[in-house]
């Protein structure tokens, strides 16, 4: 029988016979590491209880918190030792096997590219090949794996598994570091990290702040009366307060654990007691009340839930992505608007009708670089008057993409729904000046809206509003029926042809309005986000894609 050459789990040399002759194809370097392959990363990697140990053993060592990054860094490491131990180990049991070498009866084998498996020499013959000349067949028998099988000896041709010269461990400076792995697998390799240290069986084991992971074990014993006396504090203060300032107050009897490890700990306790909301940015913890907070910080309005469905966007007109990228609704997706840089001393928005009803300012491409970012749910900013010189207390929602605490601004302004408004930045990155566009006070006509909420009814109607700042006349409308709105709104919930519905309704309404019998689509915007919550683009595709509605030019639309 033709010899055959070593393969691994994937093929990397195979040999074909045909009409008696051998052949080699060639795929790629049997010697390569396990954990320098994609296959054992992606595939086959798991987090095993002896890596639990190292990881127990690092944090405790470092008698300091870890990244989940710098533990999938390190654990990469271990394993590569690991790997390098074991070939070492593997390689001192017998000869590496390489084709170009002559082998006896009763000779230990090393087969690098079989994963290290150790074999004996049975027997051996000669091979018939013309085209690699004199050559031998040996006979190896595995232990492990109860196999019998043949291999090439002697070959006097050339063969790759010569080329490591005996060192199988491999060529240091080839070989991708750890750096590199968790570059490339870093997805699949904190995934699994995670997973252990989160949901594994020994989880109790081991806690999590903020990405970073220590031992239950090293935290100070925060118990309930800490926690008791830290909300008597805060309420007491009305401010958020930080770690440092509570840790005083609590007394830990901890004479083992170091105070930047007894912060850690108040952290940990006050993070899993519902009663505090982390609202500090910039990485610095600062603890408050969830109870003391705006309920538009902690619940989402109705009128502020994005409904964003599907539409082709490809079909919208270069003066309709314009108005688009004008409009600079937070939950758009105008490819030209893209965030403002943080060295812009400050930027100026539209204030449409849901922030209106609510208090609140949007976090649009042109407004969230002038507010704190955090990985918190919320944070705490001071908005300040840049007419008056009052300072309020402001929440930035990060994931719903709002600011809420600036009804009491508004009101006292009496700033329309459409005033021009202006944010400034200042040298304190949790400090922001607001202002407007003031003008002589002048009574204008705006759209008022009236609800039916229970017979899915509205109609709009023009009447006189005091107004004494810039605004557009194209957005302003206005209702005071808050209930109504959001009733009318909760009446489509589950109507995948709500926003088709609104519009069908709303445009009427509008051009009736309009001496010329024409509505333009930033005040049809305007008045659907009175009802039903949505950017310009999907608004503006249901607006063209409704025969019933001509577009007239410049904005303007009719109904046919």
């Known amino acids: 029988m033709p010899a055959r050459l070593p393969r691994t789990g994937r093929p990397t040399q195979s040999r074909l016979v045909q009409a008696g002759r051998l052949h080699f194809q060639e795929e790629e370097d049997v010697l390569l590491r396990r954990t320098q392959t994609a296959s054992f990363w992606r595939d086959h990697f798991s987090v095993s209880d002896e890596d639990l140990d190292f990881i127990h053993e690092l944090i405790l060592d470092a008698e300091s918190p870890m990244t989940t990054g710098q533990l999938a860094l390190r654990l990469i490491q271990e394993y590569q030792r690991r790997e390098t131990a074991r070939m070492e180990s593997e390689l001192k049991k017998g000869a590496v096997y390489q084709p170009e070498n002559p082998y006896e009866v009763g000779q230990t084998l090393i087969f690098p590219a079989m994963d290290f498996l150790v074999g004996e020499v049975l027997e051996t013959r000669a091979g018939q090949n013309p085209e690699h000349g004199p050559f031998e067949v040996i006979r190896v028998g595995f232990a492990d794996t109860d196999e019998i099988r043949e291999f090439a000896a002697s070959l006097q041709t ?21 750096e590199e792995i968790h570059s490339l697998y870093q997805d699949e390799i904190e995934e699994s990290l995670l997973f252990a240290l989160e949901d594994g069986e020994r989880n109790e084991d081991f806690v999590n702040i903020e990405d970073y992971w220590l031992l239950a074990d090293m935290l100070a014993e925060v118990h309930v009366g800490h926690l008791n006396i830290a909300e008597a504090l805060v309420e007491m203060q009305n401010r958020p307060m930080s770690p440092e300032e509570l840790l005083p107050e609590f007394d830990l009897q901890a004479e083992d654990v170091t105070q930047p ?32 907070e705006p309920p538009e910080a902690l619940t989402v309005p109705p009128l502020l839930r994005p409904r964003v469905g599907r539409y082709n966007r490809a079909v919208l007109s270069v003066d309709l992505l314009q108005t688009e990228w004008e409009l600079d609704d937070e939950w758009g997706e105008s490819s030209a608007s893209t965030p403002v840089s943080s060295v812009v001393p400050s930027i100026s928005f539209t204030l449409i009708f849901p922030h209106w009803l609510y208090g609140t300012l949007p976090l649009s491409s042109r407004t969230r670089a002038l507010f704190p970012h955090s990985a918190q749910e919320r944070s705490m ?9 009052n300072r309020y207390t402001a929440w930035v929602v990060h994931k719903e993409r709002y600011v809420c605490g600036l009804k009491d601004w508004m009101v006292a302004h009496n700033l329309p729904v459409s005033a021009q408004i202006t944010l400034e930045r200042t040298d304190n990155p949790d400090e922001v000046i607001i202002d407007f566009r003031p003008r002589r006070m002048r009574r204008e006509w705006s759209r008022i809206a009236k609800v039916n909420a229970s017979a899915k009814r509205f109609g709009l109607e023009m009447n006189k509003v005091q107004i004494s700042c810039e605004y557009d006349e194209h957005l302003i409308v206005s209702s005071v029926d808050r209930e109504g709105l959001e009733a009318y709104n909760a009446s489509f919930d589950g109507n995948d042809a709500a926003l088709e519905q609104i519009v069908e309704m709303m445009v009427p309404e509008i051009t009736k309005l309009n001496p010329q019998g024409t509505a333009h689509v930033k005040t049809i915007y305007s008045a659907v986000n009175m009802f039903w919550r949505c950017p310009p683009g999907p608004i503006f595709y249901t607006l063209i894609s409704n025969p019933r509605f001509q577009d007239v030019g410049d904005g303007f639309f009719k109904v046919r």
């Open 261 to 292: 490890m007894q912060i850690i700990s108040v952290n940990h306790a006050l993070g899993s007691d519902e009663r505090f909301d982390q609202v500090g940015s910039a990485g610095v913890p600062l603890w408050y009340l969830a109870r003391l």
């Open 381 to 389: 900013v001071t908005i300040v008057d840049g007419r008056w010189g």
């Open 158 to 178: 050339g063969h790759r598994l010569n080329a490591a010269n005996g060192q199988a461990t491999g060529d240091e400076e080839t070989l991708l570091s750890a």
